[in-house]
């Protein structure tokens, strides 16, 4: 299993759009891997992580052949995760050559709800369905447990705005194991329930760390409270010495650049996302 990093960034992105904070304006002076778009990654060329308003951008930069994806997991609905009106670019006569092969969008009601009203907005323009079999919304809720292109993916309840209804993903395929963990601050209990009543071995774990070196434990996360995640997955017969963990998901908000974030990093043994960034595991 590999998984390929095409954005690693909270909403704004690193630099941030209109922003001249002295992390912004080190970033735009670095550039490399202090440059970062919003957050959505790529697993094993086949399933998708999230629908951000980036995506476009990310399939140029990494040669992504996005007719050939047929399955995105929708983590939550704000819109750094989810850019619904993307779908429109589906429809007849936008997109040729893709009839009968729709992209399967699942997520919880809010996300499942707003596809589908883009799904309504892009029939409204024609007086038959123009995105007949190139999209399909599936709803998704947490701890039920769905197939999708020989994936088992069971989403799990995150710690983040309960209005979105927001889910970390389980991949599991083939005797590997991820835990995609963005947006979340430190796990419900609810979801420590499921993991250790249906015990599997992690082989990778991305965890959101929006604030870096600063203590955030409530809706995002920093280092510090990753690591407590780590060390409760180790606890718990979830993770063990050969897992890999990522930090992924910054924002400029948390002070530090890449380069000056990656030594703070190495000392928790997490490595470090950047935009374009590959693991295999």
């Known amino acids: 299993m590999k998984i390929k990093y095409l954005g690693t960034a ?3 992105g690193v630099p941030a759009a209109f922003c001249r904070c002295e992390v912004c304006e080190k970033s735009r002076k670095a550039g490399g891997r202090n440059i970062r778009t919003r957050s959505q990654a790529l697993v094993d060329d086949t399933l998708l992580l999230d629908l951000n308003a980036d995506t476009y951008v990310h399939s ?6 996005l007719p050939s994806i047929h399955t995105c997991l929708i983590t939550h609905d704000h819109e750094d995760h ?5 779908l429109l670019n589906r429809q007849e006569g936008f997109a040729h050559g893709i009839d ?5 969008i699942y997520g919880t009601y809010p996300a499942y709800a707003k596809v589908v009203a883009a799904i309504d907005k892009g029939t409204g323009y024609a007086d038959h369905n123009v995105m007949e079999d190139r999209v399909s919304p599936v709803r998704v809720k947490a701890f039920e447990p769905f197939e999708a292109e020989g994936y088992r993916i069971t989403p799990l309840e995150a710690q983040h705005d309960v209005r979105c209804e927001p889910v970390i993903y389980l991949i599991e395929k083939d005797g590997k194991a991820l835990l995609y ?3 979340t601050g430190l796990f419900p209990e609810s979801t420590w329930e499921y993991l250790t009543g249906h015990p599997v071995k992690l082989n990778l774990v991305s965890l959101d760390a929006t604030h870096a070196i600063h203590a955030n ?11 407590q995640i780590r060390d409760r997955l180790v606890k718990e017969g979830l993770a063990d010495e050969s ?3 990522v930090a992924n998901h910054f924002t400029h908000n948390a002070g530090v650049t ?3 974030m990656l030594p703070v990093a190495e000392q928790y043994g997490f490595l470090v996302s950047y935009d374009g960034m590959e693991v295999e595991f």
Request: aromatic share 20%; with cysteine; hydrophobic share 35%.
């Open 258 to 260: 890449y380069d000056e």
């Open 10 to 12: 909270a909403c704004e």
């Open 82 to 86: 989810l850019y619904q009106d993307e």
């Open 243 to 245: 897992t890999i963990y």
């Open 100 to 104: 009968g092969q729709p992209l399967f």
């Open 60 to 65: 140029l930069f990494y040669g992504l052949d």
């Open 217 to 227: 434990y409530s809706g995002h996360m920093g280092f510090a409270a990753d690591a």
């Open 181 to 183: 963990a963005h947006d």
